[in-house]
């Protein structure tokens, strides 16, 4: 006999699976179903439809329902970039940069990566935790059901894996999945100066955190002023070869055929990208390289363009939409204003906007379970209370998230999204 669903989200004015059949435009890959309803069993989607084709035995008297308000129903949000464990403040970035200063001179005078590396060197494994469950909290309440968190504020062997530690705490601590992301070569160590030891030091720290299984990806600032493509060779190599994908930060502040080297090495996904040009962005589309689109730090650095997000598309390059949540760059956890920025600055439709943070974010962290519904997969779901995806992008940097199911539990509600 067949076992009713535990869960039946239902009223829906159009569900979205991202899970539609590959190689076609974003309306096709969202695959809408116009009065959709899904239904859980466990943790997974046990069935996926029209509303009027659910199955009565499905549906018992312990049936929970969830009734979308003639809302949208989307896959729970991949924010597939973001640094969100510090501690520290460096809020007085921000008025400097307002008085025009550059990240890279904040940086060269000892704030920047370096003041957050002596502040969370500083922090107890609590109050790492404590800083980052309210920073998950509200990436919660954006539809954010998975997130990649990098670490990269220890740049020593001790507080780098203590930070991946902390991290995999906090997957336990709170709703949302997290993934572990190695990042050494972010900055040079503050008071360091031998590159070439430091990046010898990440060599061995890596092998420490593919044996214990502490990060699925390695990460590099692949940038003048931070990292340059020869010196870091040895270290992505390795990570790739102990098995972990890489992601790399690339062409953000200048054009430095950072696409063209994420390509070369295989990535799984090129981040930022302001400075990509042609050749680049014809390398990522020849390599699969998913691009991740990051307008919060192109706004709140004041950098003078956006990443090419039409070109990327129109190339064929698959694009995903992320906070990059951290101290300095994007302090914010709000997805619905990087939504917004990537649709008015980075030239992205609504359709490839709701792609960006849900499919495409599965396929910058390599995992097409990700951000996708389809049966036998998470049942990992966010409830909208906007008609249309218009709606969700024009309501500028508004979450309009009224219910979030993570695992087939719902984990939260908010009454105060309701239709806005
Ligand atoms: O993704 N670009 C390098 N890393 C971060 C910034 C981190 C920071 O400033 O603390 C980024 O923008």
Request: contains cysteine; hydrophobic residues 45%; glycine residues 12%.
């Amino acid at each position: 006999m067949t076992r009713p669903f535990d869960l039946l989200v239902r009223n829906a004015r159009t569900l979205f699976t991202a899970d539609g059949p590959g190689g076609g435009p974003a309306e096709q890959l969202l695959s809408p179903i116009p009065r959709g309803a899904v239904g859980i069993q466990d943790a997974h989607v046990a069935w996926i439809g029209a509303e009027g084709d659910v199955p009565r035995e499905s549906v018992a008297a312990s049936t929970r329902i969830v009734d979308a308000g003639d809302g949208l129903v989307t896959p729970g949000f991949v924010d597939s970039h973001t640094h969100l464990v510090w501690a520290g403040d460096r809020s007085g970035e921000f008025a400097l940069r307002c008085a025009g200063a550059d990240y890279l001179s904040i940086a060269r005078a000892g704030g920047g990566i370096a003041s957050t590396v002596r502040a969370v060197r500083e922090a107890s494994d609590e109050t790492l935790i404590s800083l980052a469950l309210p920073r998950l909290q509200r990436l919660l309440a954006q539809g954010v059901t998975t997130a990649e968190v990098k670490s990269g504020y220890g740049l020593d062997a001790e507080t780098e894996l203590r930070m991946l530690r902390v991290i995999d705490l906090l997957g336990s601590r709170q709703p949302i999945r997290l993934l572990r992301t190695f990042l050494w070569p972010h900055a040079m160590p503050p008071g360091s100066t031998d590159r070439e030891a430091f990046l010898a030091r990440g060599q061995k720290v890596l092998r420490e955190v593919a044996r214990a299984g502490l990060a699925r990806f390695a990460d590099a600032f692949v940038e003048e002023g931070a990292f340059g493509q020869d010196e870091l060779r040895p270290f992505l190599d390795e990570a790739r070869a102990l098995g972990l994908g890489l992601k790399l930060h690339v062409d953000q502040l200048r054009a430095g055929q950072g696409a063209e080297y994420a390509a070369s090495l295989g990535a799984l996904s090129a981040d930022h990208l302001e400075s990509v040009g042609p050749e680049g962005i014809a390398a990522l589309a020849r390599g699969r390289v998913t691009a991740v689109l990051i307008p919060t730090a192109t706004l709140v650095l004041r950098l003078l363009r956006y990443a090419p997000g039409r070109a990327l598309i129109d190339a064929g390059v698959g694009v995903a939409v992320a906070t990059n949540c951290n101290p300095g760059s994007a302090p914010t956890e709000n997805l619905a204003l990087a939504m917004s920025l990537s649709c008015l600055q980075n030239g992205l439709t609504p359709a490839e906007v709701l792609l960006g943070v849900t499919r495409r974010g599965g396929e910058a962290l390599g995992d097409a379970s990700l951000g996708r519904l389809r049966v036998g997969g998470p049942a990992d779901l966010v409830v909208l209370g906007a008609p249309h995806l218009d709606h969700l992008v024009a309501h500028v940097a508004t979450s309009h998230v009224q219910t979030v199911v993570r695992a087939g539990r719902i984990v939260l509600r908010s009454d105060a999204n309701a239709r806005c």
